[in-house]
C-alpha cells in the first residue's frame, strides 16, 4: 500500500465509489459478499487498492494545508514540484491557537512585535503526493487556502 487505508467511517461515506470501483473489476454484491467469506485476503487487497486511488485523487487535487499548535500555525501552498509555506509563532507562550480565544489574538495581533513570521519554500524530494500526504500524517489538513492568501497577500504588498 502507498498510503493508508480508510476508515471504516470513510468508506461508508463513498458507498457508491466503492461499488462503481468494484463494477468496473466486474463484481457485484453477491460476489463481493462471497469473496469477504471466502477470500479475506482478496477483499483486504481490494479495499486497499480502492484507498489508494482515493488518496491519489485527493492528494493530486490538495492545494492547500494547514496545521495548528498552541503556538504555531503552519500554512502551506502545494504546487507541483514544490511548496511554499507561512508560519505564524506567539512569542507570548500563554496564547493559545487551538483556542477561539487565541485565533482572536492572533487576529488582533498578527503584525505586531508578538508575532513571528517566517515563509519558506522547499522543493519536494520525493512524489509530491506522498510529501502531501506525510503533512496530512502530522496533523495537517486540506483547507481552501484563504488564511493562506490573506496573509500572503498581505506580506507581498
Excluded at 51 to 76: C, P, R
Excluded at 137 to 156: A, H, K, P, T, V
Amino acid at each position: 500500500m502507498k498510503y493508508t487505508r480508510l476508515t471504516k467511517e470513510q468508506f461508508e461515506e463513498l458507498t457508491q465509489e466503492f461499488t462503481n470501483f468494484l463494477a468496473t473489476q466486474a463484481i457485484d454484491k453477491a460476489e463481493w459478499d462471497q469473496i469477504k467469506a471466502e477470500k479475506p485476503e482478496v477483499a483486504e487487497q481490494e479495499l486497499d487498492v480502492f484507498s489508494d486511488l482515493i488518496w491519489e485523487g485527493v492528494l493530486t487535487k490538495a492545494t492547500y494545508l494547514e496545521f495548528f499548535s498552541k503556538n504555531h500555525i503552519f500554512l502551506f501552498h502545494c504546487f507541483d514540484g514544490y511548496i511554499k509555506s507561512i508560519v505564524l509563532k506567539s512569542l507570548v507562550p500563554e496564547i493559545d491557537f487551538l483556542s477561539k480565544e487565541g485565533l482572536e489574538w492572533l487576529s488582533d495581533n498578527m503584525f505586531t512585535e508578538t508575532i513571528e513570521m517566517k515563509t519558506g519554500k522547499k522543493e519536494f524530494t520525493e512524489e509530491r503526493n506522498l510529501s502531501i500526504f506525510q503533512l496530512i500524517q502530522q496533523g495537517s489538513f486540506l483547507s481552501d487556502g484563504q488564511l493562506y492568501n490573506q496573509i500572503n497577500s498581505i506580506i507581498e504588498g
